[in-house]
């Protein structure tokens, strides 16, 4: 058992390192979403940071080869001191940069505590304490100070350690991979991660959501609930699609042939996950 879930870590290791080499020659963007929350873009997942009381909070932390550029925006943001990062997910386009943070800030590192498995099988020939989180917790953390922040469990959405970040006075939100915006969504069925979870969470993230929250995608653009709405229904249907035909004893390549995205192959597909690979995760995560 232990061996089967390390090998299912290296196929999604391998997997985010070809997403990195897609994009290494992205710079970092830096966009202001108020006078505290500030949405950083680059190699891997969207990175928030936040301005609460004397220091700063940074939501995800990308790659390690790019933690120079991060570092480097983030003073340019303010002179205030990391003092926590919270993890969305395990994934290491999310906490390349984890190690960084403590060694430069002795930063505490937040997250789900399955993400802790997760990260100590992505390092396991080299993972030190710093990369992995200080601090977990089950099903919600609230952390005070002049921005609240909320810390959300949604169980086996992208992987089995999916968190979403609320702040609920800015009306900001950072959904991690349980939101990939303008395109289809990797779904990583081998580490606990399911279509009917994702869905899930996109909804839970609905209802927290009104007309003027700005959403933080885990890759892709900010998104609004109108926008969030448009990409659940998306979901939902190829879903159903899928889930039909399954129970027809149709076999994974027939459902592939069928096109069940085919109306947004155009607009989703990307060079990570098209419209085959959506789908086959679809039917690996139905019961």
């Avoid at 939501?59 to 003073?75: L, M, P």
Wanted: aromatic share 8%; charged share 20%; no cysteine.
């Amino acid at each position: 058992m232990k061996l089967k879930f390390l090998t299912a870590i290296l196929v999604s290791t391998i997997s985010m390192t070809a997403f990195a080499n897609d994009t290494h020659s992205t710079p970092i963007k830096t966009t202001p979403l108020n006078d505290s929350v500030y949405m950083l873009e680059g190699q891997g997942g969207n990175i928030a940071v936040i301005e609460n009381d004397n220091a700063l909070y940074v939501v995800d932390t990308q790659f390690t080869n790019i933690y120079a550029d991060i570092k480097s925006e983030i003073g340019k943001i303010s002179p205030k001191p990391v003092r926590y990062v919270i993890n969305t997910h395990g994934h290491n386009d999310h906490t390349g940069g984890n190690a960084s943070f403590v060694k430069d800030f002795n930063a505490t590192i937040i997250a789900h505590h399955n993400t802790s498995d997760l990260i100590t099988a992505y390092n396991q020939n080299n993972a030190t304490p710093n990369t992995l989180p200080h601090l977990t917790f089950d099903k919600s953390l609230k952390l005070a100070g002049d921005e609240p922040i909320h810390l959300m469990y949604f169980a086996n959405a992208h992987t089995n350690g999916d968190i979403i970040v609320h702040l609920p006075k800015s009306n900001i939100i950072h959904a991690g991979d349980i939101l990939f915006f303008g395109r289809f969504p990797f779904i990583d069925v081998k580490n606990g991660g399911t279509i009917d979870g994702m869905i899930k969470g996109l909804n839970g993230i609905i209802v927290l959501a009104n007309d003027n929250t700005k959403i933080i995608a885990g890759h892709g653009n900010l998104a609004s609930r109108s926008e969030l709405i448009t990409h659940t229904k998306m979901l939902n249907t190829i879903r159903s699609r899928v889930a039909k035909q399954k129970r027809q004893g149709k076999t994974l390549a027939q459902i592939q042939a069928s096109r069940p995205a085919k109306e947004w192959e155009s607009s989703h597909n990307w060079n990570f996950i098209n419209s085959e690979k959506l789908v086959e995760s679809i039917y690996q995560s139905l019961k």
